[in-house]
């Protein structure tokens, strides 16, 4: 069995919550009123860029140069494609630049992105890859999932095509290669920390689909 299974079992009742919760289900049917849609997108694209940095913050404390090298050009990858696309969703969905400046970030997202840099300021390297995991690998599990029926609604099935492609996927496998290779000359106690940082994220990623869903605030 290898740590990614671990991890999988470990999340797999978060998981399933993510993959029954509303907002993925009218995404599915074409339901999802756009103002949700685009509530998710604005919050998301402070997450992505957070993200992001925190794939250059874990790159810049490791000595391992295949977890450096991929952590690069993740950071890189997410520029030129995940955030691209949400990039041209902005336009299509005429997110201005004003209604990006004055939204400002949600519970939840601010949470999720805490999480991970006190993770990684807390635990290290090695809970730090473990706390990016889900972000990964559960939006593949979904894409993959949803793409077997489609969305109707054009914006919705464009985002579902993200997470079913090729180039997804193979980033879904290079960071199950790294986490299971961290794993192996972890400690039990860092194995522990892999795996808490792991369900956390999980949770917030479950808690994510709910925020956009109500619309969160701070009141
Ligand atoms: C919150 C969240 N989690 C995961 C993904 C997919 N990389 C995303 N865009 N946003």
Known sequence: M???DRLHEAGKALWHKSMVHPFIKELQSGELPIATFKFYLLQDRYYLREFSKLHKLIAAKTDNQEVKEFL???AQDLKDVEISVRGHFFEELNITASE???TPVAPTAYNYVNHMHMTLNRSGVKPAVAALLPCYWLYQEIGEKMAEKGSPVSYYQEWIDTYDGEWYGANVAK???LTNSLAESATNEELEQMQTAFVRSSYYE????QMAYEKQDWK
């Open 2 to 4: 290898n740590f990614t």
């Open 72 to 74: 690069l050009a993740g």
């Open 100 to 102: 990006i400046a004055e």
């Open 175 to 177: 960071m199950l290669h």
């Open 206 to 209: 479950l808690q994510f689909w």
